[in-house]
């Protein structure tokens, strides 16, 4: 009988220290939660919706008082309970983690291609949107930006993609595209000459053509630039951080 106590004794204490340590697994997870918000905001991810949140069961928390046999298989009962609560806590956050790992990955690529940079040195005149064509004289939708330059002048690539196309396009003149990913494409058009070929890899601020005045619907020397995102086309303005200098970026 004194040995079958002594025994009682011992596992009561194992019990409470596997609980305990437990419970220590859980706050640490739960830190880990509320700073896996931030990172989820970080990578642009929508917050976690109805978050499971494991109330612990009271009779963890209770030192066993009574070692019979009732006593103790709800104290069984309960820790079971809470170990498989707190490992599937550990689950969920350590998928959170992955998701926000991937993403951040996936961002890193996104900026290495995304339209970030002026492609050329000059003023923008004509803006996106509905205008009265100069040459055409009536109103038609202008799907990028002009800017005013000399013929000659660099043009470079706004982000890293690959050449999609470069020839002549109707009314566009010599043209450039390139395909960044992501759903985005850029056009060039009017160009003198370019420096690239259809299927190179190139990256933001590589050479890829010098301005021009070519095509029947140029009405001087200026690049034409458009962008867009999933066959949609999109202000290039929005694509344009002035704080960025050409020269910064630009690859000799």
Same mark, same amino acid.
């Given at each position: 009988?004194?040995?079958?106590?002594?025994?009682?004794?011992?596992?009561?204490?194992?019990?409470?220290?596997?609980?305990?340590?437990?419970?220590?697994?859980?706050?640490?997870?739960?830190?880990?939660?509320?700073?896996?918000?931030?990172?989820?905001?970080?990578?642009?991810?929508?917050?976690?919706?109805?978050?499971?949140?494991?109330?612990?069961?009271?009779?963890?928390?209770?030192?066993?008082?009574?070692?019979?046999?009732?006593?103790?298989?709800? %104290?069984?009962?309960?820790? +079971?309970?809470? *170990?498989? !609560?707190?490992?599937?806590?550990?689950?969920? @956050?350590?998928?959170? $983690? #992955?998701?926000?790992?991937?993403?951040?990955?996936?961002?890193?690529?996104?900026?290495?291609?995304?339209?970030?940079?002026?492609?050329?040195?000059?003023?923008?005149?004509?803006?996106?949107?509905?205008?009265?064509?100069?040459?055409?004289?009536?109103?038609?939708?202008?799907?990028?930006?002009?800017?005013?330059?000399?013929?000659?002048?660099?043009?470079?690539?706004?982000?890293?993609?690959?050449?999609?196309?470069?020839?002549?396009?109707?009314?566009?003149?010599?043209?450039?595209?390139?395909?960044?990913?992501?759903?985005?494409?850029?056009? %060039?058009?009017?160009?003198? +000459?370019?420096? *690239?070929? !259809?299927?190179?890899?190139?990256?933001?601020? @590589?050479?890829?053509? $010098? #301005?021009?005045?070519?095509?029947?619907?140029?009405?001087?020397?200026?690049?034409?630039?458009?962008?867009?995102?999933?066959?949609?086309?999109?202000?290039?303005?929005?694509?344009?951080?002035?704080?960025?200098?050409?020269?910064?970026?630009?690859?000799?």
């Amino acid at each position: 009988m004194k040995s079958l106590k002594n025994s009682n004794k011992l596992l009561k204490e194992k019990f409470e220290q596997l609980v305990e340590r437990y419970q220590q697994l859980d706050e640490t997870v739960t830190r880990l939660n509320e700073q896996s918000k931030d990172l989820r905001l970080k990578a642009n991810l929508e917050p976690k919706q109805n978050e499971i949140n494991f109330g612990i069961g009271g009779s963890v928390f209770e030192p066993i008082e009574s070692f019979s046999a009732g006593k103790i298989s709800s %104290f069984l009962k309960d820790v +079971n309970s809470y *170990v498989d !609560q707190v490992s599937l806590k550990v689950k969920l @956050e350590k998928n959170n $983690y #992955s998701e926000i790992t991937y993403t951040l990955k996936q961002n890193e690529s996104l900026f290495d291609v995304i339209p970030a940079i002026r492609p050329c040195e000059g003023t923008i005149s004509d803006d996106f949107g509905m205008r009265f064509h100069p040459i055409l004289k009536f109103s038609r939708m202008h799907n990028g930006i002009d800017i005013i330059t000399d013929v000659g002048t660099k043009v470079y690539a706004p982000g890293g993609g690959v050449v999609e196309s470069v020839g002549w396009k109707g009314g566009y003149g010599l043209t450039v595209e390139i395909s960044h990913g992501f759903g985005y494409k850029t056009l %060039f058009a009017h160009l003198e +000459n370019t420096k *690239v070929k !259809q299927g190179q890899k190139i990256s933001r601020g @590589e050479l890829i053509a $010098y #301005s021009g005045n070519s095509g029947r619907l140029s009405s001087g020397p200026h690049l034409h630039y458009e962008v867009q995102h999933n066959g949609v086309t999109l202000d290039p303005i929005n694509f344009i951080y002035d704080d960025v200098k050409i020269f910064e970026v630009a690859k000799k």
